[in-house]
């Protein structure tokens, strides 16, 4: 999907690390991959190491639990106590099956005596209807949705709106929201993985070969569907399939902090950058500042966190806080607001 042609991106060691990790299990390798090839590129490596692998897996499934230098044996053992119960289950599931014929037999013998009894002996109740199966979700097509989508992209902001809690009648919803501490925001050349990284409703722009772009509202994304909102309904689709139709543009509300001005430069102060450091400390799990605190600034020790925390998502690491970061400050914090699904529905 990303169009890459030159050699695997992986050392060899770092795949024999992936395989025992994984166990091979398909959607642990799809995330553990997905990770260590973030961490590379997020770290300027031209490949992926073990070392680089170790670091994703800490962060996708936590620490890995050490083995005792006996672990093998202690394998071993309870393989064999493994077989020993499945032979004991095979038992008694032959003793259950020799008492169930005998149970059906008695039963049948029921049966006949019930038959030769009255009418009005007879049960009345009603046989208990089956249970009802579970719906399974669909994958359409993304063509037959295309008659769908908006060609104007203010009714795409209309219709991701509610999920911000903001008005969806609004005939200009951008400057609606920017009435009430929200901004429409607007990017290009994003990936599947900031996507995931960023973990909010949004827009994407659509570009067939001919015609108008479409709109259409992401809502969810699990490791191979993508879940789109058109009209108030939720519609799967594959992802190789959407990546076709998608370039990178994206659009989203996001919150602005307080006496936010577009572009902190050097030096700045006030209840933006006080925000700002107060998430850096939240994330880095550093102090948070007193009410009797001392102003802080923009500078260069800031910056460098600032940074860093731009370099670990994945983003440019130009030390500037605009819209991209705050809002992935805010996927990283936790906060309310409106989250993808991880699921398809």
């Not at 007879?122 to 295309?146: G, R, Y």
């Not at 460098?304 to 996927?331: C, H, K, L, N, Y």
Request: charged content about 15%.
């Amino acid at each position: 999907m990303a169009g890459h042609a030159g050699a695997l991106p992986f050392e060899p060691k770092a795949l024999q690390r992936i395989h025992s990790l994984t166990r091979g299990v398909p959607r642990r390798i799809n995330l553990l991959c997905g990770r260590a090839l973030l961490g590379a590129w997020a770290n300027g490596l031209p490949s992926v190491s073990r070392s680089v692998v170790d670091k994703a897996a800490a962060e996708v499934f936590g620490p890995e639990p050490v083995q005792a230098p006996g672990a093998r044996r202690q394998r071993m053992g309870y393989a064999l106590a493994g077989l020993a119960l499945l032979a004991a289950l095979v038992l008694l599931v032959l003793q259950l099956d020799s008492g169930q014929k005998e149970s059906q037999a008695t039963a049948r013998a029921a049966a006949s005596t019930a038959q030769a009894a009255p009418p009005e002996a007879a049960s009345s109740s009603p046989p208990t209807p089956p249970a009802a199966a579970l719906p399974v979700t669909q994958i359409e097509s993304l063509q037959t949705l295309w008659p769908q989508m908006p060609a104007d992209i203010d009714s795409a902001w209309r219709e991701l709106a509610p999920d911000w809690k903001l008005p969806a009648d609004s005939s200009a919803p951008c400057p609606t929201a920017s009435a009430q501490g929200w901004q429409c925001y607007n990017a290009s050349k994003l990936t599947m993985p900031l996507l995931r990284q960023l973990n909010r409703p949004g827009i994407l722009t659509l570009q067939a070969a001919q015609g108008p772009a479409v709109h259409a509202l992401l809502v969810g994304l699990s490791d191979q569907t993508a879940t789109l909102r058109l009209a108030g309904g939720l519609h799967t689709v594959r992802l190789t399939e959407l990546a076709q139709f998608w370039h990178g543009d994206f659009a989203s509300y996001w919150q602005v902090p307080p006496a936010y001005n577009t572009g902190l430069q050097e030096g700045s102060t006030g209840p933006a950058v006080d925000w700002l450091a107060s998430r850096l400390n939240l994330i880095d799990g550093g102090p948070t500042a007193g009410t009797n605190a001392a102003p802080l600034a923009l500078d260069a020790d800031l910056r460098a966190r600032v940074r860093a925390f731009q370099r670990a998502r994945g983003i440019t690491p130009d030390g500037r806080p605009g819209p991209m970061t705050f809002m992935q400050i805010e996927s990283a914090t936790q906060s309310q607001a409106a989250r993808l699904l991880t699921e398809p529905r």
